[in-house]
């Protein structure tokens, strides 16, 4: 049953036969553009007329990209192979050649999977292997998740802009389309797909294999029913507005006609008193009836019903299915937090082994994925430095077979990229194991590269009582590294204080701590590289605040997820005061050879600010942080709740006290999801939805839906799910869609994740993302969201 109150508001009285005039107008939803005809010169490429909706059929670059370019891509030095590159008709993949033919699927990329193009040398396999190219003549396309980049070369440099341009234009054409269009643009790719002599006719056979493309089995005999009553001219194919039916029939979604005929009555359009009725319910802020008429000018597509301040049922579909109408809160998508606190009172988003694109053994090092990882927002990365030859540091993981990079490489990527997505400050976590030579070479390489982005002093006192803002140090780098204690050697080197910072030592059993900590008693420290930590000094943890003496907040502190969860469950209120202070990182234990992460919602719970992942594993805990920081702009900060700002907070995530909150999850239904298998026609998704809360333990739990039987396209649940928290202002809703399997594991499907601060209450679309993050639309979910506070 929807959910939802069963009321209407009044209308004037002249504003019934306007209504009926509008209803009349739109008896039918708004139709889908249905593909050329042989009338209009269709029949040869009917797939332009997506690019067509696009409005780039004209452009010359992308006519360009449709005829294709011989390009050399360009993997090593001797690895350089020209392929054929196209764009495709539906504006939306491009087609290349392969050596060695594969399924069709894997002889494309996806344009909305596209995380950036880069001109000239602006990669590391280009800046390595490219040489003998000129830069005019190199792009570098880059993707979202883990694809490698593809590093290209044009034969010439007017060809590599029009890649580069071409690129650029698509981009942001799908960016601005709205939900209704992409679905529209998504639906018709298929058809001409499944039109398989390019007739644009549609013969039962064709319409059947439509269906399975787009994920729906549906039974043969309803599926002949549906086919004969679209089919008026009685030929045995559908064209035209046959197809047009058809189609529509096909998107109709009941649930949405439902809740729009709650509001709307018998006239069948939403006034503005009504949808502002429907605003109310929805629980939306700042609902009034100025609001309700500016929403209908901005969705209503009926230019009728714009002119008399009516909404159809199209309009309504186009407002539900836009950012206002997501379960995510669209103000919290950009900077809306206070950032004038001190750093202590920010999660910050952060990496491990950041140098690494594969497993901590042996995968490959590049300074691409510090790239990557300031394309997702990190702001504190990680460098492993190590002696080189040359006199140059290095980074990479010790005594592995990983590869290796030069320093040097690793903080100019820092300079150009680190501030392309934020522009608050970034934090350089250095683990040296270098000598002291080499320690002033990466001192003089962090001055030289960085310039004035640098923090080489304190912006006021030098012995400040608490850390500086975000707001304040916009721009900066900030380095992370052991600070020179006040006694110094004979030599005039002041040797280690102990100070924990190798990770190696919380692996160890407590008992030879200790010992291991004496056998690295000896190693120094550079004063030209230590005069560089002044806000982020790495110190071994011994304390807890509130300690005795003067607080020291420029101190940080390293942590194993084994120490952390033991400070969390043997001090829990002691930790998360110290944390309202100071820093702590924490990362992964180097057991997890593979690269594995662990749950960072457990870190967050006790305040910790820098709780490092591998950013190249994909997997719940990545989801989990990318819904963290999904929020204030994605800029790599988010303030942390009061409780555990506070320095005398009562608080403890392991006892937080009674349940706080009711929240209570609809789910109704989903559009369009992905087929699992594109090269099995017949393999369609049976999808169940789960819902997961990740807080403090006590509010960690999971609840999950029935399974539909062999329908992605729009299958049908409306099951409530019920969730009590005691700790709302720390949990995460993750919504994941899983394809059933009665033998073995269910497979992932897609799946979207936010801070319950943050969802939005009523009828929302959650809008899905794949295992790496990307966009899976026009993939939805549709649910009914209810937060009850006592």
């Known amino acids: 049953m929807l959910c939802g109150r069963w009321r209407r508001c009044r209308r004037p009285p002249e504003e019934p036969p306007v209504a009926a005039q509008v209803a009349a107008q739109v008896a039918a939803p708004v139709a889908l553009q249905s593909p050329p005809t042989p009338s209009d010169g269709g029949t040869k490429r009917p797939g332009l007329r997506a690019l067509k909706k696009m409005g780039l059929t004209e452009d010359e670059d992308v ?39 594969r399924a069709p699927s894997q002889h494309i990329f996806f344009v909305q999977h596209i995380e950036a193009v880069r001109e000239g040398h602006q990669s590391e396999g280009l800046r390595r292997f490219g ?67 390019q007739d644009s006719k549609m013969s039962f056979k064709e319409i059947k294999s439509l269906l399975r493309m787009v994920n729906v089995d549906m039974n043969d005999m309803y599926a002949y029913l549906l086919f004969k009553e679209c089919d008026h001219s009685k030929n045995e194919r559908l064209e035209g507005a046959e197809i047009e039916e058809f189609l529509r029939r096909l998107l109709k979604r009941p649930e949405l006609e439902d809740i729009f005929h709650q509001y709307s009555g018998e006239d069948r359009v939403l006034s503005a008193p009504e949808l502002l009725e429907f605003l109310e319910d929805q629980g939306e802020e700042g609902a009034t009836l100025a609001r309700a008429q500016q929403l209908i000018q901005i969705y209503e597509l009926n230019e009728t019903a714009k002119q008399h301040e009516l909404m159809t049922l199209d309009g309504f579909m186009m407002y539900l299915l836009s950012p206002e109408g997501a379960a995510l809160d669209p103000g919290h998508t950009c900077v809306f937090q206070d950032m004038n606190q001190p750093l202590a009172h920010y999660f910050i988003s952060s990496s491990h082994n950041t140098y690494l694109t594969d ?28 002696e080189g030859p ?25 300079r150009d990229h680190a501030f392309t997505l934020s522009p608050y400050p970034v934090i350089l976590s250095l ?11 990466m001192a003089h390489h962090l001055r030289t590269i960085l310039g004035d982005m640098l923090v080489t002093q304190a912006l006021d006192s030098p012995n400040p009582e608490e850390l500086p803002s975000p707001e304040q140090l916009k721009g900066r780098v900030l380095v992370k590294g052991k600070k020179l204690p006040a006694a110094r050697s004979e030599d005039g080197r002041a040797l280690s204080d102990r100070e924990e910072e190798e990770e190696e030592e919380d692996e160890e059993e407590e008992e030879e701590a200790e010992a291991a900590a004496q056998r690295r008693l000896a190693k120094q420290i550079s004063p030209e590289l230590s005069a560089l930590a002044v806000y982020c000094q790495a110190t071994r943890l011994r304390t807890l605040y509130p300690a005795p003496g003067a607080p020291q907040p420029c101190q940080v502190s390293s942590l194993s997820e084994r120490k952390a969860k033991k400070l969390i469950r043997e001090a829990g209120n002691s930790f998360v005061r110290h944390n309202t202070r100071q820093l702590t990182r924490v990362y992964p234990l180097g057991l ?37 920081f999904l929020v204030n702009g994605q800029c790599g900060y988010v303030l942390k709740p009061a409780c555990l700002r506070q320095p ?26 992905p087929k699992l298998n594109a090269e099995k026609p017949h393999s369609i998704v049976d999808p169940l939805v789960r819902v997961e809360i990740h807080g403090v333990p006590a509010d960690c739990t999971r609840q999950e839906t029935d399974y539909v039987l062999n329908n992605g396209f729009n299958p049908r649940w409306g099951q409530t799910l019920h969730f009590q928290l005691r700790a709302p202002e720390l949990a995460l809703v993750r919504f994941v869609v899983e394809d059933y399997d009665a033998t073995s594991p269910n497979d992932f499907v897609g799946q979207f994740t936010l801070p319950l601060s943050s969802l939005k209450q009523g009828y929302r679309h959650i809008h899905l993302l794949s295992k790496d993050g990307a966009s899976l639309s026009p993939a939805t979910l549709f649910v009914h969201i209810r937060i009850q506070r006592s």
């Open 63 to 101: 006519r360009a990209m449709l005829r294709g370019s011989r390009l050399r891509k360009i993997r090593s030095r001797t690895w350089q192979k020209e392929r054929l590159y196209r764009l495709q008709e539906d504006g939306l993949t491009v087609w290349f050649q392969r050596r060695i033919p």
């Open 131 to 197: 040489g003998a190219f000129a830069p005019a003549r190199c792009l570098t396309i880059a993707f979202k998740g883990r694809r490698k980049n593809l590093d290209l070369a044009a034969p010439t440099a007017e060809e590599a802009q029009r890649w580069v341009r071409g690129l650029a234009k698509l981009r942001a054409r799908l960016d601005a389309m709205s939900q209704r269009e992409r679905l529209d643009h998504w639906i018709h790719t298929y058809l001409h797909r499944a039109d398989s002599n």
């Open 359 to 386: 497993s901590q053994i042996g995968g490959l090092s590049s300074t691409e994925a510090y790239v990557r990882a300031f394309a997702q927002g990190c702001r504190c990365v990680e460098l492993d430095c190590w």
């Open 390 to 414: 040359g006199g140059e540091p290095i980074i990479y993981h010790g005594h592995t077979l990983t590869s290796k990079i030069l320093f040097r490489d690793v903080i100019q990527a820092v």
């Open 431 to 441: 683990e040296n194991h270098c000598g002291l030579e080499q320690q002033a070479a």
């Open 592 to 628: 997890r050879m593979n690269s594995a992460n662990y749950s960072p919602q457990e870190m967050w719970n006790s305040g910790c600010q820098l709780v490092a992942l591998n950013f190249q594993t994909p997997g719940y805990e990545m989801d989990l942080n990318a819904g963290r």
């Open 648 to 673: 005398d907070s009562t608080f403890d995530p392991e006892y937080p006290g009674p349940p706080r909150t009711t929240l209570s999850i609809q789910v109704l239904t989903a559009q369009q999801l």
